[in-house]
């Protein structure tokens, strides 16, 4: 009798239009302890007990009041619609603001320490950088002078060009002078040439010369 009274509560249900909400969550409003029972009514079997805070997952919701929910271990069963609560009850609220409190002060301890690390990494990069700064400005003196090394073999090239044209031009001229110094020689020679030639000839001149102005000068006293 009992299993037909059931069946027939079971029949009327099902002729009605239950609202349907798969994969929603619910949970079991604060400070109850409720009942998970086989079937929609406090008739049915109870299956477990349910404390406040427990998560459900929605299979179907009627209007008959009662909800087919499953927990975590898989278990299904109905549930009086009332006691359900789209939120997790205060007390579970407060252990996960806890949990995320934590988890923020070891987030904030994890990105202090890594601050640290980025400063100390920071002042090493400035160092760094001030050292490179300053390496580049010597390479940047040493390159300037490199280039004036680099311009200096074309002005030597114009240089040695020009004391070329100068010594070629003195060379000319000591040829010149070479020329002129070596007629002005030869002229000289000459010249004592001529003169030892004219003092010559007048030496002999006068070795002919005065022993005939003796011989006559003598005739000369004779006669007297």
Sequence with gaps: MRNRQQFIIALGLACLLPLQAYAASKYVSDHLVITMRSGQGNQFEIIKTLISGTKLEILEETETGYTLVRIEDGTEGWVRTQYLADEPVAADKLAAAVTRLA????????LREELGTLKKAKTKLDAQ??????????????????????????????????LRK?????????????????????????????????????????????????????DGWGSY
């Design 166 to 218: 100068n010594f070629e031009q003195i060379r000319d001229e000591l040829v010149l002078v070479k020329q002129e110094n070596q007629v002005l020689k030869d002229r000289s020679e000459r010249r004592w040439f001529i003169t030892g030639a004219g003092v010559l000839i007048f030496g002999m001149v006068l070795g002919l010369v005065i022993p005939k102005f003796r011989f006559r000068k003598k």
């Design 103 to 110: 988890k923020t002060k070891e987030t904030n301890k994890l």
């Design 129 to 162: 950088y001030a050292k490179l700064k300053s390496e580049h400005a010597s390479a940047s003196k040493e390159l300037t002078h490199l280039n004036e090394v680099a311009a200096r073999p074309k002005q030597l090239e114009a240089e040695n060009i020009e």
